[in-house]
């Protein structure tokens, strides 16, 4: 069930795969499925690449089967397998679950200062954040000293829960490398529906490595943000927002799944 909270403050629009339309408006999230799905092992979905290119141009999410962890940038989809490395997904290919928006920032500055830890950085988003934005999408470039991420092994049926999934994740680390963040920052009341709080992905300026990030440390990097007030859902068979103990339920797998234990 939908937080009274978060229908105030954001415009939720919920629908099927058969009443989708092309994304034309600025500042409008879009997603595919609910992370509180994937939780349960709901690892395929009915929506295509090519159909979510046409709700955004930066974002996040993963792939049918659990296979990998899915980065949006510039218009284009990659996938991190377990060790880290990307390649482009084939417009054909579906996800279970992702996010995305057409990226058109209204914040656009440098962080400037002494080297920033992961949650430093955090903590610095969160002061750029617009007063009064229910949730933000967020790319970050730059040189990044350090940043640890993971990507998860792909599943078949039967699927077992994401937090099982997770036990088996590779984590790696990238050191002293070129690249860009994205990803969004929603409010806490939205678990279950999505990530409360910052989720974020990674891929290298080259577009050869990449991943779910776990931590990070930066210095001066270039910080973009954009705003929204406006998310679109698109649920697939069997996936509804009626469960009214969705976030209860999720908080503890989703803090297990997303910061890595």
């Given at each position: 069930m939908l937080d009274e909270r978060w229908i105030r403050s954001l415009h939720v629009e919920s629908m099927r795969?058969?009443?989708?339309?092309?994304?034309?408006?600025?500042?409008?999230?879009?997603?595919?499925?609910?992370?509180?799905?994937?939780?349960?092992?709901?690892?395929?979905g009915d929506l295509s690449f090519a159909e979510l290119a046409e709700h955004g141009d930066l974002g996040l999410g993963t792939l049918n089967h659990l296979d990998g962890e899915m980065v949006a940038l510039d218009g284009e989809f990659f996938r991190a397998d377990v060790d880290g490395r990307l390649s482009r997904v084939a417009p054909g290919e579906k996800t279970p679950f992702a996010v995305v928006t057409r990226f058109e920032p209204s914040v656009d500055v440098r962080l400037l200062g002494e080297e920033l830890d992961h949650e430093d950085l955090l903590a610095r988003l969160d002061e750029l954040v617009p007063a009064g934005a229910s949730s933000c999408a967020i790319r970050l470039d730059g040189r990044f000293d350090l940043v640890r991420a993971r990507s998860v092994p792909r599943q078949e049926p039967p699927y077992r829960p994401l937090t099982e999934v997770v036990a088996e994740q590779h984590v790696f680390e990238l050191a002293d490398v070129?690249?860009?963040?994205?990803?969004?920052?929603?409010?806490?009341?939205?678990?279950?529906?999505?990530?409360?709080?910052y989720h974020l992905h990674f891929a290298s300026a080259d577009r050869s490595r990449g991943g779910h990030v776990l931590g990070s440390r930066s210095r001066g990097l270039r910080a973009r943000l954009d705003p929204s007030d406006d998310l679109h859902v698109e649920l697939p068979p069997r996936v509804d927002l009626d469960d009214p103990d969705l976030a209860?339920?999720?908080?503890?797998?989703?803090?297990?799944?997303?910061?890595?234990g």
């Open positions: 795969r058969a009443d989708l339309h092309r994304e034309l408006e600025p500042h409008v999230l879009f997603q595919a499925s609910t992370i509180g799905a994937l939780l349960d092992g709901g690892f395929e070129e690249g860009t963040m994205v990803g969004f920052r929603f409010p806490t009341y939205v678990e279950g529906i999505e990530v409360a709080g209860a339920r999720t908080h503890a797998a989703v803090e297990a799944v997303e910061r890595g």
